[in-house]
């Protein structure tokens, strides 16, 4: 069973980098395909942020291109999202999920995490 | 890429059957058989429910099934139960290689 779980900072000041990391079990993330974060402001749609390879590809979401990056740590079966320059505008739960490139879908995702940004 | 256009909201009663629309474009859904559809109850995350305009994961019910004409999508539930109460989005993949969603339906089971 795939499992996903995020983990970072409830509140990020603005202008500051947003750090999350999300850790998968029952599936190694060197195995094949790509992991994404998504996110969604309180009350609005969902937003596909960008995803990673474990070959160090990534994808980003052209409206977020300056801002995200995705890394990936396949000793601990990681991946990571930094988003820089943060405003309320990026208030949002952060979701990641294994994004299934071939069918551009996620079929498996984390519980998401709330990131409130305010001073 | 501006989000998929979807109603804000549907109603239909037990045993009813509903359909939400997904409307997009020819850079997105009308030339692009990477249509999904996520199913969310509040407070939990999407779940995947329709895949390549109408496929169904293992494990989902055969009441949910999917549908495309030109550059609108379609899901429909037939035999709505209480527990398909929740918030629908669809997504697509696009020309500008992205994946876009829709802004998301609310289902009240009457």
């Known amino acids: 069973q795939v499992q996903l779980q995020e983990s970072g900072p409830g509140l990020v000041k603005p202008s500051e980098t947003l750090s999350l990391t999300c850790t998968v079990s029952?599936?190694?993330?060197?195995?094949?395909?790509?992991w994404g974060w998504i996110r969604q402001p309180p009350g609005k749609g969902l937003e596909l942020i960008g995803s990673i390879h474990y070959s160090g590809n990534t994808y980003y979401n052209p409206s977020l291109k300056s801002r995200a990056t995705i890394s990936g740590d396949t000793s601990k079966n990681q991946f990571s999202l930094k988003l820089s320059s943060m405003t309320a505008a990026d208030t949002a739960v952060y979701y990641c999920a294994r994004h299934d490139r071939g069918r551009e879908l996620m079929d498996y995702w984390g519980q998401g995490t709330l990131v409130t940004v305010s001073s | 890429q501006s989000a998929l256009t979807q109603p804000a909201s549907v109603s239909g009663s037990p045993g009813q059957s509903i359909t939400i629309s997904c409307t997009g474009t020819?850079?997105?859904?009308?030339?692009?058989?990477?249509v999904s559809w996520y199913q969310q109850h509040p407070g939990k995350a999407p779940k995947l429910i329709i895949y390549n305009v109408s496929n169904r994961p293992s494990g989902v019910s055969n009441r949910f099934s999917g549908s495309k004409s030109g550059n609108t999508a379609s899901l429909t539930i037939s035999g709505l139960q209480a527990e398909d109460e929740a918030d629908y989005y669809c997504s697509s993949y696009t020309s500008s290689s992205t994946v876009i969603f829709g802004g998301g339906t609310k289902l009240t089971v009457l």
């Open positions: 029952g599936y190694s993330i060197s195995s094949s395909y790509y």
């Open positions: 020819s850079s997105d859904i009308g030339v692009y058989n990477y």
